[in-house]
């Protein structure tokens, strides 16, 4: 058996966001989907519709210097809609490095992806890296 649309849709919005490609990040995603980021740093809200989180994507960027980039460990779907990754994380901001196991959790509908909920290993460490609003 193959790999499951969901699965492959999850591993190309990966490959996109690594690659900085922003164009088929949207085209993976509806119009108003929504990407919950925790804790309580200058990159953690729930930003709604798909420009504000691909606006929220090249913060990271932004903020990182382009460093930013997330190995894959896996992707699990239930052939419901659903879909859950597990990955790691690795970024650099001014003289401070992050590297740091996470997941999302995805809805996706229709075959594009409406909904994303993001857990990080230590919240309080990433809170510290990617610091307040200037």
């Known amino acids: ?25 949207a085209s993976l995603m509806t ?3 929504v990407h919950h980021t925790p804790g309580q740093s200058q990159i953690s809200g729930h930003f709604k519709g798909r420009d504000n989180v691909l606006a929220m994507f090249r913060q990271l960027g932004e903020l990182s210097g382009g460093s930013m980039r997330v190995e894959l460990d896996g992707v699990f779907a239930d052939g419901r809609g659903h ?4 990955h790691k994380i690795f970024a ?9 196991r996470g997941g999302l959790f995805f809805t996706i509908v229709g075959g594009k992806i409406s909904d994303i909920d993001e857990c990080v290993e230590d919240i309080d460490q990433w809170d510290a890296f990617w610091g307040t609003a200037e």
């Open 1 to 25: 058996m193959g790999e499951h649309p969901d699965s492959a849709q999850v591993r190309r919005g990966y490959d996109a966001f690594n690659k900085g490609d922003m164009e088929t990040l």
């Open 31 to 33: 119009t108003d989907c």
């Open 83 to 86: 879909a859950i990754s597990a």
């Open 92 to 100: 650099e901001r001014g003289d401070r490095g992050i590297e740091m």
